[in-house]
């Protein structure tokens, strides 16, 4: 049976307006209602699938990031986690964590715990970057298959199915390897009060980058975060040849 | 688990549902707390056990609401 490792990242929740900073250094997070990815959610949710399935023995939820990152790795144990590890990352070393460094931290967990598959969420919807699981194959070598919408496995191989432009991919992947979550790969199941409860209950080990020996220091510099533009306000004509001479200006017809 | 307990159980599930409702968490408990009210009278233990079978209803019927509910976001917001 395999042991299957799941990154878990702690965002700002997908229904909060997202306010940047005035110095445009970032976005505010103070006071500002977090959650756990989305599409982490539906990682932890085909983990837990492939324990029921009799598939994987153990699952282990990963989360890199400050203190409250913890809430996240605790709603992914009520999910159906055994265990957790946080590898605690306080700001400002946090701000410029980057997936590369956050791979070298999974590449190095997964050997240490000798894991069979990583799956991680896509991306994150605060930074876009949907970079991690692919690095992470990159540094330990292991065969990837990424934004998957379908996992089975077949004797020792999984068989993905992936969502690529305009259709669907299959393939197979030996193990260990490391998979990404699509947004239709399963519906996540909510992490309710009495099995959070229950989740106190079970382990979370703290670690630091250090202890990894995994070197942290920035490879890219934020240069500034902006707003996108805002929409410009539309405009009413009087009639039809209005409207076409307008258009015409603007060069549309 | 007496009927008492699994009343105020059912309770507090559901208020940790309401910490995600879109209107707020404020417009949920209000209503909550009226729907538990409207039948504190209830004495029938038969009757208590279809409130509660109703109860758990709801549950299921708003986890479904957030899960689409972010499905439908997120969908909107990197597939379209």
Not at chain 1, 50 to 79: D, F, H, N
Not at chain 1, 189 to 202: C, E, V, W
Not at chain 1, 204 to 224: A, E, G
Not at chain 1, 234 to 242: E, H, K, L, Q, Y
Request: net charge positive.
């Amino acid at each position: 049976m395999a042991r299957v490792l799941v990154g878990v990242k702690r965002v700002i929740d997908y229904a909060v307006k997202i306010r940047v900073k005035p110095d445009k250094a970032g976005v505010i997070t103070d006071g500002v209602k977090h959650s756990m990815n989305p599409f982490d959610e539906i990682a932890v949710e085909e983990a837990v699938r492939l324990k029921e399935k009799k598939i994987a023995s153990e699952i282990i939820a990963v989360s890199c990031g400050p203190a409250q990152s913890q809430e996240i790795i605790r709603t992914a144990l009520a999910m159906g986690v055994d265990r957790g590890i946080h590898v605690e990352v306080n700001n400002p070393e946090y701000e410029n964590l980057q997936p590369l460094h956050i791979s070298k931290i999974f590449a190095k967990l997964a050997q240490d715990e000798k894991i069979d598959i990583v799956i991680f969420g896509k991306q994150a919807i605060d930074d876009d970057c949907a970079q991690t699981a692919q690095m992470t194959a990159g540094l330990l070598n292991w065969p990837q298959a990424v934004f998957a919408s379908k996992i089975e496995k077949t004797n020792d191989e999984l068989t993905v199915t992936r969502e690529i432009d305009g259709g669907l991919e299959i393939i197979k992947v030996k193990l260990p390897a490391i998979l990404s979550a699509d947004l239709r790969l399963n519906e996540p199941r909510y992490a309710t009060l009495p099995n959070i409860m229950k989740a106190k209950k079970k382990p979370i080990k703290k670690i630091t980058p250090k202890d990894l020996n995994v070197d942290t220091s920035p490879r890219i510099q934020i240069l500034s975060v902006e707003e996108p533009p805002v929409r410009q306000a539309g405009a009413i004509v009087p009639d039809v040849n209005t409207l076409i001479t307008k258009l015409k200006e603007k060069g549309h017809i | 688990m007496s009927q008492r307990s699994a009343v105020i159980n059912l309770y507090k599930n559901l208020l940790h549902l309401g910490k995600d409702y879109p209107q707020g968490f404020e417009y949920f408990r209000s209503r909550l707390k009226n729907a538990f009210q409207k039948n504190q009278a209830v004495s029938d233990k038969q009757e208590i056990q279809q409130l509660l079978n109703k109860g758990e209803y709801v549950i299921k019927e708003l986890e479904a609401l957030y899960m689409l509910k972010k499905y439908r976001t997120l969908k909107r917001r990197y597939y379209e």
